[in-house]
């Protein structure tokens, strides 16, 4: 089946490349030129408030034509050995009053080690006295494969990407490593007084490393240094740098953003098997590993193929690009776009080509950018003139994302005996007392009382075979949520011998 689906994404891109029109979707308007830029974004709050982070430690402020140094990073920024530097910037939806914005890059004092950092601006600039390290994270050895992107998700927490480490052999296995941070998605409350963690409960597959405030929210993957959240359904889509054979797209539909999630690494790459070195292969996660919406194989020559992953474009003045998931790729500079609702059908080349293309990016008004590491950045237009008002405000009091697993110690009972689960709640600040409802179909079969560690256990009777699922229901400040079913099955009972 892998094969097969490999095979059909190499058919879709020949046909795709043979229909492609020759009038593109969309032109590319000059914003700037700058020293080595590898990332843009804006002001949550003011769309034409641009930020173009520059690869060695620089933080440029555009806003109408003019630019100034917004903040300079240069001395604490190890650049630019292989893939190090600053590699991207996150403000905080409170940006416009608590001045409050994230960076990811590689330091100097350990090399290759991975900083999140905060930084406060103060007027027009965020001076280096105001840098707090949130996040260490080692990566020793290789100067590859840090991922490096920072996105506020929509409940309003940060989340980080980074490689497995680079090309060695005990880096391949960082990815499934539960204890390790490399290969992985993270997410965190970064806070105004702190770091806060998440709640680990036991069992849970994706735990906090011992002794850290952070959490794992997925992982198996190689180098997702570009990845987004789908402004209009908060969807998640993480572009994944492949090895030796294929490029991935990873898509995870909210409000679950793929939680959980083992996106294959270095179990699968793409659709395909291998290199499968690791003790995990042999025993994929219950739910099976996550399989990409969407790969593409390697094109030849010295630079073969590395995904730059991009953004669904909601920019209605582009029209023809609407709906649309744009990314390239850095090896052959090529800007493509397709539908996630049919990857393997709608992927098309979009007639434009950007060289030495390290990002994409996309300000508060869904207007798309692409960044050129040999200095260009520019913005995707249309057919049409742009109209973007300020974003309106958001609510005092939003209610935030809540997630509900649940997993049965054993997914096999003798008729009419009991069946264990257990049902975990994420985050946990606040859930102590919370009630969660155990449910076969439309029917409550208990309800438990969620304890410290946000879990509610079950022993439930099973005559006959059973789907279940958990539920939460919404309060002030979280949103109602619903775990995935599992199916208890009932197995003839075991006559013993006297």
């Given at each position: 089946?892998?094969?097969?689906?490999?095979?059909?994404?190499?058919?879709?891109?020949?046909?795709?490349?043979?229909?492609?029109?020759?009038?593109?979707?969309?032109?590319?308007?000059?914003?700037?030129?700058?020293?080595?830029?590898?990332?843009?974004?804006?002001?949550?709050?003011?769309?034409?408030?641009?930020?173009?982070?520059?690869?060695?430690?620089?933080?440029?402020?555009?806003?109408?034509?003019?630019?100034?140094?917004?903040?300079?990073?240069?001395?604490?920024?190890?650049?630019?050995?292989?893939?190090?530097?600053?590699?991207?910037?996150?403000?905080?939806?409170?940006?416009?009053?608590?001045?409050?914005?994230?960076?990811?890059?590689?330091?100097?004092?350990?090399?290759?080690?991975?900083?999140?950092?905060?930084?406060?601006?103060?007027?027009?600039?965020?001076?280096?006295?105001?840098?707090?390290?949130?996040?260490?994270?080692?990566?020793?050895?290789?100067?590859?494969?840090?991922?490096?992107?920072?996105?506020?998700?929509?409940?309003?927490?940060?989340?980080?990407?980074?490689?497995?480490?680079?090309?060695?052999?005990?880096?391949?296995?960082?990815?499934?490593?539960?204890?390790?941070?490399?290969?992985?998605?993270?997410?965190?409350?970064?806070?105004?007084?702190?770091?806060?963690?998440?709640?680990?409960?036991?069992?849970?597959?994706?735990?906090?490393?011992?002794?850290?405030?952070?959490?794992?929210?997925?992982?198996?993957?190689?180098?997702?240094?570009?990845?987004?959240?789908?402004?209009?359904?908060?969807?998640?889509?993480?572009?994944?740098?492949?090895?030796?054979?294929?490029?991935?797209?990873?898509?995870?539909?909210?409000?679950?953003?793929?939680?959980?999630?083992?996106?294959?690494?270095?179990?699968?790459?793409?659709?395909?098997?291998?290199?499968?070195?690791?003790?995990?292969?042999?025993s994929p996660p219950v739910g099976g590993f996550v399989?990409?919406?969407?790969?593409?194989?390697?094109?030849?020559?010295?630079?073969?193929?590395?995904?730059?992953?991009?953004?669904?474009?909601?920019?209605?003045?582009?029209a023809d690009l609407y709906g649309r998931y744009v990314?390239?790729?850095?090896?052959?500079?090529?800007?493509?776009s397709l539908d996630l609702a049919a990857p393997l059908?709608?992927?098309?080349?979009?007639?434009?080509?950007?060289?030495?293309?390290?990002?994409?990016?996309?300000?508060?008004?869904?207007?798309?950018?692409?960044?050129?590491?040999?200095?260009?950045?520019?913005?995707?237009?249309?057919?049409?003139?742009?109209?973007?008002?300020?974003?309106?405000?958001?609510?005092?009091?939003?209610?935030?994302?809540?997630?509900?697993?649940?997993?049965?110690?054993?997914?096999?009972?003798?008729?009419?005996?009991?069946?264990?689960?257990?049902?975990?709640?994420?985050?946990?600040?606040?859930?102590?007392?919370?009630?969660?409802?155990?449910?076969?179909?439309?029917?409550?079969?208990?309800?438990?009382?969620?304890?410290?560690?946000?879990?509610?256990?079950?022993?439930?009777?099973?005559?006959?075979?059973?789907?279940?699922?958990?539920?939460?229901?919404?309060?002030?400040?979280?949103?109602?949520?619903?775990?995935?079913?599992?199916?208890?099955?009932?197995?003839?009972?075991?006559?013993?011998?006297?």
């Open positions: 089946m892998a094969k097969t689906l490999g095979l059909i994404c190499t058919i879709s891109l020949v046909l795709s490349l043979a229909a492609a029109s020759a009038a593109p979707a969309a032109s590319l308007q000059p914003v700037g030129s700058f020293e080595e830029p590898i990332y843009v974004t804006s002001d949550p709050g003011n769309p034409d408030r641009l930020f173009v982070v520059e690869r060695a430690g620089k933080i440029i402020e555009v806003n109408g034509g003019a630019s100034h140094t917004f903040a300079d990073l240069s001395s604490v920024v190890s650049c630019c050995e292989g893939e190090r530097g600053l590699l991207s910037i996150a403000l905080a939806p409170s940006f416009d009053s608590s001045g409050l914005l994230y960076a990811d890059y590689t330091g100097k004092e350990v090399p290759g080690e991975i900083h999140v950092a905060e930084l406060t601006a103060t007027g027009k600039e965020a001076q280096l006295s105001s840098l707090r390290n949130v996040l260490k994270i080692p990566h020793p050895g290789q100067s590859n494969h840090n991922g490096g992107q920072l996105q506020f998700g929509p409940e309003g927490d940060l989340f980080i990407s980074t490689g497995d480490g680079g090309g060695g052999n005990d880096e391949l296995h960082n990815a499934q490593d539960l204890t390790k941070l490399l290969g992985k998605i993270l997410r965190i409350d970064p806070g105004q007084s702190g770091l806060l963690p998440y709640a680990v409960p036991a069992g849970n597959p994706f735990p906090a490393a011992a002794g850290d405030a952070k959490a794992i929210w997925s992982y198996g993957l190689r180098n997702p240094f570009r990845f987004s959240f789908d402004r209009l359904n908060g969807a998640i889509v993480i572009g994944d740098v492949g090895q030796s054979a294929r490029e991935e797209i990873d898509y995870a539909a909210a409000p679950g953003l793929g939680v959980g999630a083992d996106y294959g690494w270095n179990c699968r790459e793409g659709f395909l098997a291998g290199p499968a070195t690791d003790p995990q292969c042999g399989s990409p919406v969407f790969d593409y194989p390697h094109f030849g020559g010295s630079c073969s193929g590395a995904i730059i992953g991009g953004y669904v474009e909601r920019d209605p003045s582009v990314y390239g790729d850095a090896c052959n500079g090529e800007i493509r059908t709608s992927d098309r080349p979009e007639g434009l080509h950007v060289e030495n293309l390290d990002s994409f990016g996309e300000d508060s008004c869904g207007r798309l950018y692409v960044v050129s590491g040999g200095g260009a950045v520019q913005r995707f237009v249309g057919s049409t003139a742009a109209s973007c008002s300020p974003p309106a405000p958001a609510p005092a009091s939003p209610k935030k994302f809540s997630f509900i697993g649940l997993r049965a110690v054993g997914h096999k009972v003798e008729r009419n005996r009991r069946a264990a689960m257990v049902a975990w709640v994420s985050p946990c600040e606040g859930r102590l007392g919370d009630r969660v409802r155990l449910r076969r179909g439309s029917r409550t079969i208990a309800t438990h009382s969620l304890n410290r560690a946000c879990t509610a256990h079950f022993l439930v009777r099973v005559g006959h075979n059973t789907k279940f699922h958990a539920t939460i229901a919404e309060n002030t400040t979280y949103q109602e949520a619903i775990s995935k079913q599992v199916k208890i099955r009932v197995v003839r009972r075991h006559h013993r011998a006297h």
